[in-house]
């Protein structure tokens, strides 16, 4: 089978629809998603990546931070502990200092610290001591209390009893410095003095931001204690730092190590770089592949759609269709043929196509395909026409057109497609047309050719003696255009009441009346036959509602075809049939009848029983078509019967109307 049930196809085309809606969006969001997917991914990668050189980064700051810090203490505490040194020789003498044995004892002491630039004593608070003196000198004999920028220090440190590092601080000898302050207290806990030393702080410092260069980090030391900043180097705006607390006699140093992250390095830029390469390909191929399973369910459902339509257009259509493969099998065949031919679809499977054929159309109908089968590659036109008789189920003929014709083939496969149309009304029609126009012309011609030769003789003058045979041909012609006039007569009435613009004038009457007025009007056309009406008048008065003019029409058809139709000398009895609602007008001839099967063409328009013979009675075929109109119009029904040798009885019935005794007195 080539087409599924319309139902089924339309949920397949439904669903193949909802598929391709889902395809469109998908096509649009999944790329997207897997782009933002990828790209997330490789960017939390390289992140991690990135944090771990961070990290690696940041424990090696640690390290250096905690060497630059070990590398401050020790440089300090390299001045400071000869200081204390010092400190301990004074408490040894009781604070009795000998200049002459101190001062090789300081000069030793103040070249061995790293950066000590001087070193004082300053018993009772003066600075009495003072190594090196050159460039010192200004110091010597510097009473602190007098010196208001040093003795809060001092005071301090005296307070405290604690040695305390000052500073750093402009020293006025130039440079900076760092002033470590040790209070001297001597026996019973007596105040000696005061023994400071100025430590190098630009030497110290450019020993630290050496190493912190060699390190490649930023330097910078915070006194906690007083929020000043010790020391610091130029610090970059994106940084990561460590720092570590050293205590240093009487504060607290916070030295901080900055330096720049590093740049991502060139594995990880690659690594991006072909990340995201891949991420785009990756979506590229995805979204290519998506358009491309969307594209193919679009195609799929224009043509299933396709499909779908051609079925519908096959099962709906009004012309006979079967499809048959190269076997000439069938495949397909629509409701349209089982119809027209009468078979059901599963008689079809015992049938061959060349069973539809009435037997003489057989032949021609295999030929016609082997022809369009021969000529297949060479011509464009793969089907055959032509016009075959074909056999119903019922055993019945039909013309039928017919198209044949190859409508597929491929290398393994051929369909064949068969189209009929059945023409047997039309070519009725034709037939009819034709034989329409010949009695016609036939008809028209007859009467014609008779009056126009009465007139010639009269016009030639020839008959002016007889009086007697000038009035016979008179006659003809006056019997001819009555002819005449009835033919045409006969057809504008069809005409007016095909049209339905015949009018009608029912009023109730008497049926008898009617019916001898009609007798009267045909008597002299009977005796153009030799033939006599009798009129058996019914027992009692019969009443109908009739339009006057046109029953008598129809009378006058019925009465003159059973004079026309009847021998010379013969009667027509013209009786009626009661019954309680209706009446029965029967007219009955002694002709030669009619056979049965030919009785149902007697009331269609322009139809002739034998055309040849009737039309030597002359005759349109349209009197009994308008005599049924009539009389159905007037709500009664008309008919024959009749059988070869024994007459015919044309007969009309009408409903009765029952009116009162003094209606009826008056009819
Ligand atoms: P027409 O004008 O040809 O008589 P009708 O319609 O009246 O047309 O009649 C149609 C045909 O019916 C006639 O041609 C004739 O063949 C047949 N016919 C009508 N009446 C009779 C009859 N009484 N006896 C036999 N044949 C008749």
């Known amino acids: 089978m080539i087409f599924t049930g319309q139902d089924h196809a339309s949920a397949v085309s439904g669903d193949i629809s909802k598929r391709t809606r889902w395809l469109k969006l998908a096509s649009l969001v999944l790329p997207i998603i897997l782009l933002i997917f990828m790209v997330s991914a490789l960017e939390l990668a390289i992140k991690g990546n990135l944090s771990q050189l961070r990290n690696q980064q940041l424990q090696q700051l640690g390290k250096d931070i905690a060497d630059i810090s070990r590398l401050l203490d020790q440089e300090l505490n390299a001045s400071i502990y000869l200081v204390n040194g010092l400190q301990a020789y004074v408490e040894s003498k009781s604070g009795n200092l000998v200049a002459g044995e101190i001062a090789p004892w300081l000069t030793n002491l103040q070249a061995r610290g790293r950066h000590i630039r001087n070193i004082g004593i300053a018993p009772d608070n003066r600075i009495t001591y003072m190594f090196p003196l050159a460039g010192n000198e200004k110091a010597l004999g510097l009473y602190y209390p007098d010196n208001p920028k ?87 705006s994106a940084a990561i730092d460590a720092r570590q607390i050293l205590y240093v006699p009487g504060h607290r140093w916070e030295v901080t190590g900055t330096v720049t992250p590093l740049p991502m390095n060139s594995t990880l830029i690659g690594l991006r770089l072909g990340g995201w390469f891949v991420a785009l390909l990756t979506v590229m191929l995805l979204a290519r592949f998506l358009r491309s399973v969307k594209a193919h369910a679009q195609t799929l459902l224009a043509l299933r759609e396709n499909q779908e339509r051609f079925a519908r257009m096959f099962t709906t259509s009004p012309q006979g269709l079967a499809l048959l493969d190269d076997e000439i099998q069938w495949i397909e065949i629509n409701p349209s043929l089982c119809n027209l031919l ?24 295999l030929a016609q395909m082997e022809e369009v089968r021969s000529t297949y590659q060479a011509i464009t036109d793969h089907s055959r026409q032509f016009e075959a008789q074909l056999l119903r189920a019922d055993g019945q003929l039909l013309t039928g057109f017919i198209t044949l014709g190859i409508c597929y083939r491929s290398n393994d496969e051929t369909h064949w497609l068969l189209q009929v149309l059945d023409i047997s009304e039309r070519t009725r029609l034709d037939q009819l047309k034709n034989e329409f126009v010949s009695i016609v012309s036939h008809e028209l011609r007859t009467p014609l050719t008779a009056i126009m030769g009465s007139l010639k003789l009269m016009a030639s003058g020839k008959l002016e003696q007889s009086g007697a045979a000038n009035e016979k ?21 069809m005409d007016k009441l095909i049209a339905g613009k015949t009018e009608f004038d029912s009023t109730p009457q008497a049926l008898l009346p009617l019916v001898e007025k009609a007798l009267e009007a045909n008597q002299s056309y009977a005796q153009q036959y030799q033939v006599s009406y009798r009129l058996q008048s019914p027992a009692e008065q019969i009443h109908v509602a009739v339009d006057a003019m046109r029953l008598q029409q129809v009378l006058t058809n019925l009465l003159s075809n059973a004079a026309k139709f009847s021998p010379p000398l013969s009667e027509i009895l013209i009786s009626f049939s009661l019954e309680p609602a209706s009446v029965k007008v029967q007219i009955q001839d002694q002709g030669s009848g009619i056979a049965h099967e030919e009785q149902h063409k007697l009331f269609k328009k322009f139809s002739q029983i034998d055309s040849s013979s009737t039309r030597q009675k002359g005759g349109s075929g349209l009197g009994l078509a308008i005599s049924k109109e009539l009389i159905e119009r007037m709500g009664g029904n008309i008919g024959v019967s009749s059988s070869p040798g024994n007459g015919s009885c044309f007969y009309f019935s009408l409903p009765r109307i029952h009116i009162g005794a003094t209606d009826q007195s008056r009819t």
């Open 150 to 236: 040093q003795w809060p220090d001092v005071e301090k440190v005296i307070q405290t009893r604690k040695a305390i590092l000052a500073g750093p601080l402009s020293l006025e000898q130039g440079g900076q410095g760092l002033i470590y302050r040790s209070p001297v207290f001597i026996e019973d806990d007596h105040y000696w003095g005061i023994i400071s030393v100025v430590i190098n702080a630009d030497t110290l410092f450019q020993r630290l931001l050496a190493e912190a260069d060699e390190h490649n980090l930023a330097l910078t030391i915070v006194d906690l204690d007083s929020g000043k900043t010790v020391l610091s180097s130029k610090i970059t």
């Open 342 to 365: 009468g078979y059901s679809r599963q008689d079809f499977n015992e049938l061959r196509l060349i069973d539809l054929f009435a037997p003489e159309a057989q032949a021609k109908t």
């Open 473 to 493: 041909i008179l006659q003809i012609a006056v019997q001819n255009s009555d002819k005449l006039a009835r033919l045409i007569n006969d057809l504008l009435d």
